[in-house]
T-cell receptor, first 112, second 114 residues
Framework: EAQVTQNPRYLITVTGKKLTVTCSQN?????MSWYRQDPGLGLRQIYY???????DKGDVPEGYKVSRKEKRNFPLILESPSPNQTSLYFC???????????FGPGTRLTVT | DAKTTQPPSMDCAEGRAANLPCNHS???????VYWYRQIHSQGPQYIIH???NNETNEMASLIITEDRKSSTLILPHATLRDTAVYYC????FGSGGSNYKLTFGKGTLLTVNP
């Protein structure tokens, strides 16, 4: 089954404790990206990657890092999480030249 | 990317057709109309997309006006599981190194009632 998976699905952590949210897709898609969703602000893009070792900033990259060492994986790293990063996070992927973008199930992160 | 305007909410009776409108009066010639939906905090799900012609797939139909300034998503026989926020997105992304970013507005909350 074609899918994007994210782990963990729920995470409660404390300010400053480094964390990683993993994202993996099994469709051999070149493009992957991360969004965060906040009430009243909709989904905003954090980072994206056009292919392995190629990443770029989206609209709200501050406080986040990403890496793309393998085609299937695109982890989101919060080196020093802060309460304003409490949000619902989605990973997405799409094949180059395609139209249908696939989203993961979401990771609800709470930073206290 | 062109902006879109959608009603904040709509109701539909189960089994009836749901017609969701979207205005995109500033759409450019190379921009597509996409529809996604999000069921209660789940990941957004692709529904359908089109450029000029009307489109139909197993989920829905998309009707685009001749001047392309508006469109309507039609769910022919709405079920309770179709209750979701529906997003109309206009974008020109594609291949050739462009960011496949989707700009989600507030969308329309469709509530299907029994």
């Amino acid at each position: 089954e074609a899918q994007v998976t994210q782990n963990p699905r729920y995470l409660i952590t404390v300010t400053g404790k480094k964390l990683t949210v993993t994202c993996s897709q099994n469709m051999n898609h070149e493009y992957m990206s991360w969004y965060r969703q906040d009430p009243g602000l909709g989904l905003r893009q954090i980072y994206y990657s056009m292919n392995v070792e190629v990443t770029d900033k989206g609209d709200v990259p501050e406080g986040y890092k990403v890496s793309r060492k393998e085609k299937r994986n695109f982890p989101l790293i919060l080196e020093s999480p802060s309460p304003n990063q409490t949000s619902l996070y989605f990973c997405a992927s799409i094949a180059s030249g395609s139209y249908e973008q696939y989203f993961g199930p979401g990771t609800r992160l709470t930073v206290t | 990317d062109a902006k879109t305007t959608q009603p904040p909410s709509m109701d539909c009776a189960e089994g009836r057709a749901a017609n969701l409108p979207c205005n995109h009066s500033t759409i450019s010639g190379n921009e597509y109309v996409y529809w996604y939906r999000q069921i209660h905090s789940q990941g957004p799900q692709y529904i359908i997309h089109g450029l000029k012609n009307n489109e139909t797939n197993e989920m829905a139909s998309l009707i685009i006006t001749e001047d392309r300034k508006s469109s309507t998503l039609i769910l022919p026989h709405a079920t309770l599981r179709d209750t979701a926020v529906y997003y109309c997105i206009v974008t020109s992304f594609g291949s050739g190194g462009s960011n496949y970013k989707l700009t989600f507005g507030k969308g329309t909350l469709l509530t299907v009632n029994p």
